[in-house]
């Protein structure tokens, strides 16, 4: 449905263009006929970290109406009707990976995280992504948790705390890591706990976010418990005991050890049998691993782990994970997935589908029965209809399902209320009007962690009335941006069209009346020669926006890096 409003009256030269028109074509007489153009849409484009998206913006000029209650309401488990509640949204979702990619992307293109060196510097940017677990059942709300473990938590990564410690293994270093930006996401693991997947914009070493996280869980019990729970299973069968499943060791020692240039000995610094295996196999340049030596890895592995424990009095649970992102292909594209995973939905019964029901405006869950008619044939039949309910495999979250530092809470204002510049900089703009109806621009820099958007082009009708008879004639698109315009054909064309269809179809109804389009960017193919071997070996990298700018449009390319880099000095300098 198009939303027509009111626009500029029309002389004759202005609208006597019947060939732009896409539907009835006419010509108009001012004499008995009220003409208006009207303002339909505008069609922008947006780049996404490995895609293209064309759709159409609907123009209005009416403020939303905010409701007071709405984060209250949102929060609420007493059943709202909100088939999410307790479940992160797909609106939510995509709120969340606009805000990281934008974010991880002025990070990537504002520094070198490939080559970061790993220290504390409380003024240099580094990503650290960091997953947080319980050490024993959870026997607290999931808003207990959050109140009492994770925001103290946070609030100590954020400190810009001057001291430094005069004893101890961090002697000299300081206390607070002064994190600026940051955000985190709880979901519920299959085991029931709740865990929290987060990323700070410093550098943290491992142990002290194990030992400040193990000290947070302590003050609810959980490392005590965990304690208790282990020693008595050691006491039962010491060989038996959870000290670190042997399997489990193996799974990780081949997923992570498939080549061993690829590690980082100061990630190993905690397991020195590993370390020391490593360290080996890239002193005789051995490449593989077999499966001998990753049986006697994991055994030794895992007796270390026991001994450790024992010598702790199993009061150091392993309930944090650092997740290697330096040197990744795309660090933007590793995270956004990592932290926006939706939660599975548990599969209908074999006589359930689920369709859009137009007259409803939502999907609906069709329960299908068998019946025998007349003839006596037996046929299909619906027993039931109501609107579809997901129901996923993961538990429910109580409370807050994520959050993110002030300096992330950036301005996330109507299109038409932001203005992006040829440098790049973003500016809030707000209008007002005094008492003698003088009207005041004022601008505003903002960093608005929206992803990079830039107007393809305008649509806009003629609206004819003449007595009761109103007829809209819709304007073709009139395309704005030569050179945008011919990067996004490129684009397509190297989807190909099949492709661009297939994954918009995925999308749905709505984003089909936008008109809307995803285009794929293709992978980057790359050569690599290993040594001792006499062929090439080819690589599929996936794609990633700022190449692909940087090889088919140097300006664009240009103002794609302008705009991270001022958010990035906006946030951080």
Not at 145 to 165: A, G, Q
Not at 196 to 218: A, G, N, S, T
Request: hydrophobic share 35%.
């Amino acid at each position: 449905m198009l939303n027509i409003q009111t626009g500029l009256l029309l002389n004759d030269q202005a609208i006597l263009r019947p060939s732009t028109l896409t539907e009835r074509t006419a010509r108009f007489s001012p004499k008995d006929t009220n003409i208006t153009e009207i303002p339909i849409s505008k069609t922008k484009v947006s780049f996404r970290p490995s895609c293209l998206i064309k759709c159409d913006v609907s123009e209005s000029r009416k403020k939303s109406l905010r409701n007071d209650n709405r984060e209250n309401n949102l929060l609420s488990q007493n059943g709202n009707g909100n088939a999410y509640n307790g479940y992160i949204s797909p609106a939510t979702t995509r709120k969340i990976k606009e805000l990281l990619s934008t974010w991880i992307t002025s990070i990537e293109v504002s520094t070198d995280l490939k080559h970061a060196q790993k220290s504390f510097n409380r003024k240099r940017v580094y990503l650290t992504f960091v997953t947080l677990t319980l050490p024993s059942v959870q026997l607290h709300s999931d808003k207990k948790i959050k109140e009492l473990l994770l925001n103290p938590f946070i609030k100590w990564l954020c400190s810009n705390e001057n001291e430094v410690y005069k004893t101890g293994k961090w002697k000299g270093q300081q206390k607070g890591f002064g994190v600026v930006g940051y955000l985190w996401r709880a979901e519920a693991q299959k085991n029931g706990r709740i865990h929290f997947h987060l990323i700070i914009d410093r550098y943290v070493h491992w142990e002290r976010i194990r030992e400040m996280w193990i000290k947070m869980c302590d003050r609810l019990g959980y490392v005590t418990r965990y304690s208790n729970i282990q020693k008595a299973k050691v006491a039962a069968d010491e060989l038996n005991a959870e000290s670190g499943n042997l399997e489990a060791f193996r799974s990780t020692i081949k997923s992570k050890l498939k080549n061993v240039d690829t590690w980082d000995l100061e990630e190993l610094a905690d397991l020195p049998i590993t370390r020391k295996y490593v360290q080996l196999l890239q002193q005789h340049k051995r490449k593989k691993l077999t499966a001998k030596m990753i049986g006697q890895m994991a055994e030794e592995r895992r007796r270390y782990v026991f001994e450790q424990n024992q010598k702790s009095d199993w009061r150091s649970p392993n309930c944090t994970d650092i997740h290697k992102i330096a040197g990744l292909h795309s660090v933007t594209a590793y995270v956004v997935k990592y932290i926006t995973k939706m939660p599975t939905e548990k599969p209908l019964k074999a006589n359930q589908k689920v369709e859009f029901n137009d007259n409803f405006g939502r999907k609906m869950l069709h329960t299908y029965g068998e019946e025998i008619d007349l003839h006596g044939k037996v046929r299909s039949v619906i027993t039931d209809i109501e609107e579809y309910q997901p129901q996923f495999e993961e538990g429910k979250i109580d409370g807050r399902l994520w959050s993110c530092s002030k300096a992330l809470k950036a301005t996330f204002g109507k299109d038409e209320s932001i203005e992006i510049a040829d440098d790049g900089k973003s500016f809030l703009v707000s209008k007002t009007t005094d008492e003698k109806g003088n009207e005041s621009i004022k601008r505003r820099e903002v960093a608005v962690l929206k992803y990079y958007r830039k107007t393809l082009g305008y649509t806009s009708g003629i609206l004819s009335r003449n007595g009761i008879t109103c007829n809209l004639y819709v304007m073709k698109l009139e395309v704005q941006d030569e050179q945008l315009d011919a990067l996004y054909e490129k684009a397509k064309e190297l989807a190909g069209i099949e492709e661009v269809k297939r994954i918009s179809a995925l999308v749905g109804d709505s984003f089909e009346r936008m008109h809307g389009e995803i285009v794929p960017l293709p992978h980057i193919p790359q050569k690599t020669l290993p040594k001792g071997t006499s062929k090439g070996k080819s690589k599929r990298i996936p794609a990633r926006m700022d190449l692909f700018l940087k090889e088919n449009s140097p300006s664009l390319y240009q103002n794609y890096i302008n705009y991270h880099k001022n958010i990035f000095n906006h946030l951080y300098n």
